[in-house]
């Protein structure tokens, strides 16, 4: 029996690097909110935790319709349970300090060291990045530079459009889009913030961004790496996640190899697999998603930059992966997909309207069509997550 928590404040929590870090009030409400979105990769015995139960006609209608059984529990209860393994969306200094109480075996917990820091920082997808240029030829213009200063960020952005990252961010946030030209007086302050804050920023070029997807793997132990899958995934024009594609594996892979190629996905495969295990298999083990991009260069011809991101913890594209081989009729494709309210009552109201629209058909435990919630809505809510489908086709 596994235990399961949903912690989307995960590389914020490291960036602070202190088990007394306090999640912002927003990122608290979707972790509260959410909390329930584990339970789509946990087994039939594993437990949820969550800070507020869900209610029971929720629950009754996930054992009914999908034959789920897995159980939420709060932190007090969970304190008094014993569990093979802990699996936080995860591992920071505030969830080893939160699940310090919870009974595990030996192996199922990770300690939490000072020098893991610097390895879930966006330099470890360069250090990836650089180890697969020893096998696969990559283009100079993907490798994006290390800057300590406002000045340097601002005479690369004066010549070319550019990304900026912070070294500890996810799902999109902590992204800067600016260039070329001049940076504004805004964007200055958000640069000084996060350079006072965390050292320095990542510059990429800004690509022509195709289509953007990712490699799901889990590193067993520094000498084996298993591959979970490839995930497709939508982002707005600031780069935060959207959702996912719910589809066969084999219908994911044709949308990006109909423009490059399959032998070039399947090499790209095998050197991200080397690269993680040299970079990574001593340091961490657990489930990671290497971020990638179908871009088209200056001369319009399709590439792949094959590693954009690393995200050591579970992801959303895990989620997907999860939905399309358990609960989705093998006839159906879909979205799945992440939403914000800003206003009460809103979401309840627009999933209504979406349930009557698009209603739910379930065989034997599958979805075939309509959209399903896939936490529980009510009056206050203002997150969602959402699966929508149709047989045939997204």
């Known amino acids: 029996m596994n235990l399961y928590y949903f912690n989307p404040d995960n590389e914020i929590a490291i960036a602070h690097g202190g088990k007394g870090?306090?999640?912002?009030?927003?990122?608290?409400?979707?972790?509260?909110?959410?909390?329930?979105?584990?339970?789509?990769?946990?087994?039939?015995?594993?437990?949820?935790?969550?800070?507020?139960?869900?209610?029971?006609?929720?629950?009754?209608?996930?054992?009914?319709?999908?034959?789920?059984?897995?159980?939420?529990?709060?932190?007090?209860?969970a304190s008094k349970l014993h569990f093979n393994a802990l699996r936080p969306w995860g591992w920071s200094p505030r969830v080893c300090g939160m699940l310090e109480s919870i009974p595990v075996d030996e192996e199922g917990r990770e300690p939490?060291?000072?020098?893991?820091?610097?390895?879930?920082?966006?330099?470890?997808?360069?250090?990836?990045?650089?180890?697969?240029?020893?096998?696969?030829?990559?283009?100079?213009?993907?490798?994006?530079?290390v800057e300590e200063s406002l000045e340097g960020v601002m005479d690369r952005a004066r010549r070319h459009a550019v990304v900026i990252k912070s070294p500890w961010s996810s799902s999109g946030k902590g992204l800067l889009m600016i260039g070329p030209g001049e940076v504004g007086h805004k964007e200055k302050e958000w640069l000084s913030g996060v350079l006072q804050r965390q050292g320095y920023v990542m510059v990429e070029r800004r690509l022509d961004r195709i289509i953007d997807?990712?490699?799901?793997?889990?590193?067993?132990?520094?000498?084996?790496?298993?591959?979970?899958?490839?995930?497709?995934?939508?982002?707005?024009?600031?780069?935060?996640?959207?959702?996912?594609?719910?589809?066969?594996?084999?219908?994911?892979?044709?949308?990006i190899t109909r423009h490059v190629g399959e032998p070039l996905l399947e090499a790209v495969r095998s050197s991200v697999t080397r690269a993680l295990l040299e970079t990574l298999g001593a340091r961490y083990r657990g489930p990671l998603g290497v971020d990638m991009m179908l871009y088209r260069d200056d001369s319009g011809e399709f590439r792949v930059h094959p590693c954009v991101?690393?995200?050591?913890?579970?992801?959303?594209?895990m989620i997907a992966l999860s939905l399309s081989s358990r609960y989705l009729?093998?006839?159906?494709?879909?979205?799945?997909?992440?939403?914000?309210?800003?206003?009460?009552g809103a979401a309840h109201r627009v999933s209504l309207e979406r349930a009557r629209a698009e209603p739910l058909r379930v065989e034997a435990g599958?979805?075939?069509?309509?959209?399903?919630?896939?936490?529980?809505?009510?009056?206050?809510?203002?997150?969602?997550?959402?699966?929508?489908?149709r047989e045939g086709g997204a």
């Open 112 to 145: 939490w060291m000072p020098d893991k820091r610097a390895l879930y920082a966006r330099t470890t997808a360069l250090s990836v990045l650089e180890r697969m240029r020893e096998h696969l030829e990559l283009p100079k213009n993907i490798f994006p530079c």
């Open 366 to 389: 599958s979805v075939r069509s309509g959209y399903l919630p896939l936490t529980p809505v009510g009056a206050e809510t203002h997150f969602v997550a959402a699966l929508t489908c």
């Open 309 to 317: 991101e690393i995200n050591l913890r579970y992801n959303m594209g």
């Open 21 to 77: 870090y306090t999640p912002s009030a927003n990122i608290a409400r979707m972790a509260r909110e959410l909390g329930y979105l584990p339970a789509y990769l946990a087994g039939q015995e594993d437990c949820i935790l969550v800070t507020e139960l869900p209610d029971a006609r929720f629950l009754n209608e996930r054992r009914e319709l999908l034959g789920m059984s897995c159980r939420p529990v709060t932190l007090a209860e």
């Open 213 to 255: 997807f990712a490699l799901e793997f889990w590193i067993e132990n520094p000498a084996v790496i298993r591959y979970l899958g490839l995930s497709r995934f939508f982002t707005s024009e600031k780069g935060e996640y959207r959702g996912n594609r719910l589809a066969p594996q084999s219908r994911i892979a044709l949308e």
């Open 329 to 344: 009729s093998p006839g159906s494709e879909g979205t799945f997909h992440l939403s914000y309210f800003p206003f009460p």
